[in-house]
């Protein structure tokens, strides 16, 4: 068997049901570990109890089958990896590589909009705290499988960004770059609204001394009036009654036009889409 060892993964946060956005990056992220030969796992963002929406875990995962993606592997839940999380940070740590800060978003935002390191020397510190990494990197580049070279120019990949909120719960950086060392991931697939993200990520993996994934950017879906379909825009979940429907327009999204020719069925579109993506892929 062509096995290679690419590892890609899908890693929703459950704090609603999966809208076309969704689709879009889950599509996109499958058809590239199938095309590599490779894994394709699900992650379940849900480190944030507050965000998540009763019942999304469950609709996620009905959502994706119902579109014949079908992951490797038992479904990862971050809630269930804190024990991981400890031991990245305890490492950080041990580096010295961490401080507690007690400024406020409004502290912050009435100096500048991004943080400047206010809290690094500080020798007192009231509580409640969140825990902020010394960011020795400035990640201003990113190489991207589909996009190539990118520029990314914001101040957030300079700041000392926050891995353990003042509410004691892990920050998303924190998180996704435990779990994607942690799994193994080779490559990661996202929307290009977290590029930033991936820059700040860059920063982590290098500070702990792993080796950099591969990133793929994908589009971002947007709604008529130009902003980027979400949760919180209230973008419509995906309807289960055309899932056929729905595969096409992602696919369009990832400009990939379904033939006419092609059955109108979800494996058959899938089929097709494997096929073309590989072709279209440099
Ligand atoms: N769970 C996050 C999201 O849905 C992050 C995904 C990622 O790290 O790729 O936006």
Redesign the pocket.
Known sequence: MNQTSYIGRF???PSGPLHMGSLVTALGSFLQAKVNNGKWLLRI?DIDPPRIMAGAIESIQVTLKAHGLIWDDDVILQSQNSQYYEHILSQLSRQNLLYPCECTRAQIKAIGEFYSGTCRDKKQIQAPYSLRIKNQFNISQINDVRLGQLEVNSNATQEDFIVRRKDGLYA?HLA?VADDINLGVTE?V??ED?IT?TACQWALFKTLGKALPQCLHLPLVRSADGRKFSKQNHAPALNLNKTEENLIIALDHLNLPVPKHIPQQTQAILDWAIQAWADSTP
Do not use: M
Request: proline share 9%.
């Open positions: 890693a929703p946060s963002d998303y996704s990661i996202r929307g977290l993200a």
